[in-house]
């Protein structure tokens, strides 16, 4: 984001300055507008590493994040699913990451 995405958002608002009057310039505002996103994400990401802390994974039995876990039926049916408890930032149900705020990743 910094790096790449930073550098197209200024080239696309460059370029936008060039088309004329800014006031009435919807190319330029668009841009503007994309750099305001940009930054807010950047600013977001920045915090969110800023304040993260590495887990562990727990010997003691204790499903947490970082947890694996297999989800069984309890009918006896051999199908099962298995699931990783992550944070919410990571959580993607088709890859099997489970939220750890969702009501199967919480205690």
Do not use: C, W
């Not at 790449?4 to 958002?9: H, I, L, N, T």
């Not at 304040?51 to 049916?77: F, M, P, Q, W, Y």
């Amino acid at each position: 984001m910094k790096a790449e995405r930073r550098k197209e958002v200024a080239e696309h608002l460059e370029y936008s300055k060039k088309l004329g009057d800014l006031s009435e310039n919807a190319e330029y505002h668009q841009a503007r507008e994309e750099q305001a996103v940009v930054e807010d994400r950047v600013r977001y990401l920045e915090n969110l590493l800023k304040n993260a802390k590495l887990v562990g994974v727990t010997e003691n039995g204790i499903i947490a994040v970082g947890s694996t876990v297999r989800l069984e039926r309890a009918d006896g049916d051999t199908k099962s699913l298995l699931f990783t408890i992550v944070g919410s930032e990571e959580a993607d149900m088709s890859r099997g990451l489970i939220s750890n705020m969702s009501p199967i990743g919480s205690p």
